[in-house]
């Protein structure tokens, strides 16, 4: 596929004058936090913001009793959204609703049942070796480095190893600068007014067309690849007999391009994102990383951690779960209405956009004490009782995240592992800023440099 015609068909795929990302741009706006004013408003107006635009309604909600409402109670009124995100997602589950997703999601569910997972541990871990050789050599030369590129890298690793038998077929720097040129949506603005401007193909879009280009080429790289031990139980097995599976003819070989996309960009993405918070975070609270090293050091000690030692490291666990609170990677989940109904008392009309604030809740002194100190140890305080629906870096109800569980196993023993061997120290800029594209990112990044403890 040339670069053109790439560009055609993402142009085409991009946000339209409707997309909510475009909509919700001028309310995040403020350079420090882009999450503040919308925490002003819902301060200010309640749990259910109507915003009308020029042709449609965006729907802000703040409450945890109404996220429930949308992802659970009338889940089938409320689709998904995904606008100008097409050409990252295809026609993958994540996008689907009613009847079919079930077909695609039911032969793909047992991978990510929880006892998989000690069968993945030790791919993850071989993943982390290969990151620490890495940074043994930054350590060495004294760089510095852009920490969200390592922890993405890191992530891509270990789903390759882990759920698809193979080592990453493609060069995971180039895959990720790519990714980030497309994903970060409010590029898709730029590429939007030259579309406007009937000037689709010129300079702009060279860039999205290489980054839809490049991740395009990835699926067909992974199929080509050679096993690395002929595993039996893995996800891409699973994906390949559900393509020969005659019951389900929607599951084409399209679809299972379309899978290993999802894959590598909803489980990299955001798995990597919130590793690289809890590093910002550790480096920030060194005793926190003190802890985290002598739970490391009494749970495990010289040998490689195993399953039944990620269930007791509780405390490294815990700061996983306190950085996903503080920083959600996915801090919006969006439906569109498909049937009229009220919420909090207002009305919903179909097609209106709903964005449930999830950041929102997860900051809410009302639900939280202190919601912004980094506290892990508030995970770990059984006494304490949660507001239900109040934490929800994963969604909520039947669609909620397929590798919630696994994310956490991978980043936990990737920050045990880690710090025990390195002090990273975060060296950018204090506060780092933040960007709300689709996911919550670190503006600019994250820069680190690492010393090798002795
Ligand atoms: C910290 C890590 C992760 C976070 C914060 C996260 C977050 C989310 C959220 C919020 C959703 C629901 C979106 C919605 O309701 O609109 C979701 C869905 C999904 N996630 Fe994750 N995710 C993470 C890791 C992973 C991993 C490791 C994988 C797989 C390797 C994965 C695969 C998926 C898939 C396939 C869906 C769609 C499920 C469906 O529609 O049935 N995620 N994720």
Redesign the pocket.
């Known amino acids: 596929m040339t670069a053109e015609s790439t560009a055609q068909q993402s142009g085409f795929g991009l946000g339209d004058e409707s997309s909510v990302w475009f909509n919700l741009t001028p309310l995040l706006k403020d350079p420090d936090n882009p999450m503040r004013l919308l925490m002003q408003m819902a301060e200010r107006y309640g749990p259910v913001i109507p915003v009308n635009m020029a042709n449609q309604r965006i729907v802000l909600v703040t409450e945890p009793e109404l996220f429930k409402h949308v ?1 659970v109670t009338k889940v089938d009124n409320y689709v ?1 959204y995904f606008d100008g995100l097409k050409p990252i997602f295809g026609k993958s ?2 996008t689907h609703d009613g009847a079919l ?1 079930q077909k695609i ?1 039911m032969p793909q569910q047992p991978a990510f049942h929880p006892d998989a997972f000690a069968e993945y541990i030790p791919y993850f871990i071989e993943a982390i070796k290969s990151k620490m050789a890495h940074w043994a050599e930054f350590a060495r030369t004294g760089e510095t480095f852009e920490m969200v590129e390592q922890t993405w890298t890191l992530a891509a690793d270990m ?1 390759c190893k882990a ?1 698809f038998d193979r080592d990453m077929p493609f060069n995971p720097h180039f895959v990720f600068k790519c990714v980030k040129t497309y994903t970060d949506v409010s590029n898709h603005k730029d590429i939007r007014l030259k579309r406007q401007a009937d000037a689709l193909f010129e300079v702009g879009d060279e860039d999205t067309a290489k980054a839809v280009e490049a991740w395009w080429s990835v699926p067909p790289a992974l199929f080509a690849a050679d096993p690395r031990e002929e595993r039996e139980k893995t996800l891409l097995k699973m994906i390949q007999n559900a393509m020969a599976d005659p019951s389900i003819p929607e599951f084409d070989e399209q679809q299972a391009i379309d899978e290993i996309k ?2 590598l960009w ?2 990299t993405e ?2 990597a994102l ?1 590793f690289a918070w809890a590093l910002y975070l550790t480096s920030k609270n060194p005793e926190a990383a003190e802890r985290i090293r002598r739970e490391g050091e009494t749970v495990y000690g010289d040998r490689e951690p195993t399953a039944a030692d990620y269930s007791a490291l509780q405390y490294t666990r815990a700061v996983i779960q306190e950085t ?1 609170r503080l920083y ?3 801090w919006s ?2 439906r569109v209405a498909t049937e009229p109904d009220v919420i909090g008392g207002k009305e919903i009309k179909p097609g209106d956009r709903i964005v449930l604030f999830s950041y929102g809740a997860h900051h809410n002194p009302r639900f939280w004490k202190d919601p912004e100190e980094f506290i892990p140890e508030r995970w770990m305080d059984k006494t304490q009782k949660q507001v239900k629906y109040s934490y929800v ?3 909520a109800g039947k ?6 569980a ?2 956490q196993v ?2 936990t023993l990737a920050l045990s592992i880690l710090l025990r061997r390195f002090r990273p120290e975060y060296v950018g800029l204090e506060p780092p800023g933040l960007n709300a594209t689709v996911t919550l990112t670190p503006r600019g990044g994250l820069l680190f440099r690492v010393q090798e403890l002795s």
């Open positions: 992802l998904k589950m994540i997703w999601r789903i759920l999802q894959y909803a489980g955001t798995t919130t996903m959600p990677p996915v989940l969006i870096p994963f969604g669609r909620s995240c397929i590798g919630g696994m994310s991978e980043n």
